[in-house]
Every structure is written in C-alpha cells, then in structure tokens.
C-alpha cells in the first residue's frame, strides 16, 4: 500500500513540475523580444589612498629593518648596552592601564623564561603610571621605533636589526618562533 501511494505522489510531483515548466517556457516563446538598452556604467570613485587594515605589520611581508640610530635623542642605555654586546631583546610597549597589557606579559614572560640568556627584555609603560617623565620617555622611544598603539612588541636581533614587530595581542608560540629566528 506504501508504495502505491509513494508511486502517486511522485507521480503527481512530477506532472506539476513538467506542466510548471511547459507553461513559463509557452509564456516566453509567445512574449515579444525586445533588446534592453545597456545599463549606464556606474560613476567612478574619486581614486585617493589605498585604505588598508590597520594591523601589525608582519615581518613575512617586510625584510628587517636596522634599529634606528635615534635622531632626535640618544639611544637610551636600555638599548645601547644590549646593541653593543650583540644580544636580542625584546622591546615591549604596554599602557599598564589596559587590560590586555598582562595578557600579553605572561605570553612574553613564558618565552623568556624558556630562552633565558639568550634574548632579554625591555619594557615601557607609556602610561608612566604615575611618572610623568618617564611616560614622556617612553612616549619618545615609541614614537623613535615607529610604535603606533600600545602593547606593542619588537625583536631585534642579534646584528641590531629588527626582526619582528606586532601591535596587540601574540601568543607565546608566534612570540618563541621570532626569537628562535633572532637568537639563530
């Protein structure tokens, strides 16, 4: 019985959609052909600047840079120091009153912990929490190093060169594969 009535509804299916079919293509041949006339091409934008996403630069897209002899101040001590003797750091810009700022410490902390001696660290709070000069300095090297927002991280290699560079948030496992890269 089953199957008899499977048989009719298939059957009646069919037969609707053949007769749907026949009756739109009747309508289409009896309908009189007549040629649109083409569409206006759309009005062209005014070119101006190619707006891009404004993210981190990454260092696959960019070669590395040299670290910048500072024109209008002189190379902090921090850096200096760490550039004389040929050791990679990590160069780390945080607003202390952001909460994303211990976030991305404790992906940091995790990698150096793990390749101590082999890089160091160098942070600045622009916030200054507090200290006025020091957030101006701080403000100054961000600015010097083409920092554009907080945090804000750089490697520098080895040879002084800047390796890495990446504005917010980075995982320990993006932030250990760079200074592997920079401490080759």
Same mark, same amino acid.
């Given at each position: 019985?089953?199957?008899i #009535?499977?048989a009719?509804?298939? *059957?009646?299916l ?29 009005p *062209? ?11 981190? %630069? ?8 040299p ?7 002189? &190379? ?5 120091a760490k @550039?004389? *003797? ?6 780390? !810009?945080?607003?202390?009153?952001q ?5 991305v ?12 001696? @082999?890089?160091?660290m160098?942070?600045?709070? #622009? =916030? ?5 000069? %020091? ?17 804000y991280? @750089?490697?520098?290699?080895?040879? =002084? !060169?800047?390796t890495?560079?990446?504005?917010g948030? *980075?995982?320990?496992? #993006?932030?250990k594969?760079?200074?592997?890269? %920079? &401490?080759?």
């Amino acid at each position: 019985m089953r199957r008899i #009535v499977v048989a009719i509804v298939v *059957a009646l299916l069919a037969f609707t959609v053949i007769g749907c079919g026949t009756a739109e293509d009747t309508a289409a041949e009896d309908a009189p052909v007549t040629e649109e006339p083409e569409a206006a091409p759309a009005p *062209a934008e005014p070119e101006g600047p190619e707006y891009l996403t404004d993210r981190s %630069a990454n260092d696959d897209d960019i070669a590395p840079a040299p670290f910048p002899s500072f024109t209008t101040t002189l &190379t902090p001590h921090a850096f200096q120091a760490k @550039l004389d *003797a040929g050791r990679a750091m990590i160069i780390y !810009f945080y607003d202390s009153e952001q909460l994303v700022t211990d976030d991305v410490r404790e992906e940091i902390d995790a990698v150096v912990d793990d390749y101590r001696g @082999l890089i160091d660290m160098v942070t600045f709070d #622009v =916030s200054g929490n507090g200290d006025a000069t %020091a957030a101006e300095a701080a403000t100054m090297y961000a600015n010097e190093l083409g920092v554009t927002s907080t945090p804000y991280t @750089l490697i520098v290699d080895r040879d =002084s !060169f800047i390796t890495w560079r990446w504005k917010g948030y *980075a995982e320990s496992g #993006v932030i250990k594969r760079e200074v592997e890269r %920079a &401490t080759r």
